[in-house]
């Protein structure tokens, strides 16, 4: 557990996370928020789950490269 890069792929699905709560938050309240941010949000949210995929596969391959 003393990989950084198990910390920073904890941290990108963290940041999916608050991504899809503010976006589903936004989506349930309606509003001008929605209006304005519900496309952005959905966005934000690809490419956070994008960047935690990437960074979790390169994990999992240094594990088995025994690094």
């Not at 198990?6 to 938050?25: C, D, F, N």
């Not at 941010?37 to 960074?55: C, P, T, Y």
């Amino acid at each position: 557990m003393s990989n950084p890069l198990y910390y920073l792929g904890l941290a990108a699905v963290a940041a999916v996370v608050v991504a899809l709560v503010i976006g589903i938050g936004g989506f349930g309240k309606g509003g001008e928020f929605n209006r304005r941010n519900a496309n952005k949000m959905m966005r934000l949210r690809i490419l956070f789950q994008f960047v935690a995929v990437v960074i979790l596969l390169a994990y999992v391959y240094l594990q088995s490269q025994g690094g």
